[in-house]
């Protein structure tokens, strides 16, 4: 029989991994998309600041120490999504020309920041999961670890994607960049008119 923290781990795991979670995914797409597989150190430090945001806050709400209505959040990822896609494609030929993510330019701070958001989407399931259990100390912990490795394989997939497209089939980075984000844009697009308008 599986234990609670083996079973919570598979539950954040698959949580990330999965189509339901559209708007995480994307969001990773759009963080990952100025950068090449050469770029890992960076991206690990933003996929990490990320991570700071959403740990915290998916604990909080989670105990219920912070309380924000859940269409207001689901609102807000979406959001997240679209400004990071518009960053990126504001920054293409910059990218051209210095060979510099936008990313690489801007505080992560501003990933930490978008992460408290995407963590008050994932207490919402967490909690529906936990049901009257008030203090989840290993369930939180758990589920958090099964979050990140689904996201580091996410972010691996990307980077690894990338890198066949711009090595092997000689893509150019900048359309990379504007296809990844662009797809990105239109994804949250949709997924924000979903939620003002169900």
């Keep these: 029989m599986a234990s609670v923290f083996s079973t919570y781990l598979q539950l ?5 991994c999965t189509p339901r ?9 759009a ?23 959403h740990s915290l806050t998916l604990a909080l709400a989670t105990l219920g120490v912070v309380a ?5 959040t689901e609102a807000l990822i979406p959001v997240t999504i679209m400004v990071t896609a518009l960053v990126n494609m504001w920054g293409a030929d910059r990218l051209i ?17 978008f992460g408290l958001i995407h963590g008050l989407g994932f207490s919402n399931y967490l909690r529906a999961l936990l049901g009257a259990n008030s203090r989840p100390v290993e369930e939180l912990l758990a589920f958090n670890i099964g979050v990140e490795l689904g996201q580091v394989l996410i972010v691996s997939a990307i980077l690894l994607a990338g890198a066949v497209l711009l090595g ?7 359309d990379w960049l ?12 949709v997924l924000l008119m979903q939620q003002l308008w169900p």
């Excluded at 979670?21 to 797409?29: E, G, K, N, R």
């Excluded at 020309?97 to 920041?113: E, I, K, Q």
């Design 12 to 16: 954040g795991f698959l949580h990330i």
């Design 21 to 29: 979670a559209a708007d995480h995914l994307t969001f990773l797409l």
């Design 31 to 53: 963080l990952c998309a100025p950068y090449v597989l050469n770029d890992w150190r960076r991206v690990l430090a933003l996929v990490t600041s990320f991570t700071v945001g």
């Design 68 to 72: 924000f209505k859940p269409a207001i």
């Design 97 to 113: 020309t210095r060979r510099t993510p936008m990313w690489a330019a801007t505080p992560n701070f501003l990933a930490l920041g």
């Design 168 to 174: 092997s089939l000689r893509v150019a980075r900048r």
């Design 178 to 189: 504007l296809t990844t984000s662009g797809a990105a844009l239109g994804i949250a697009t």
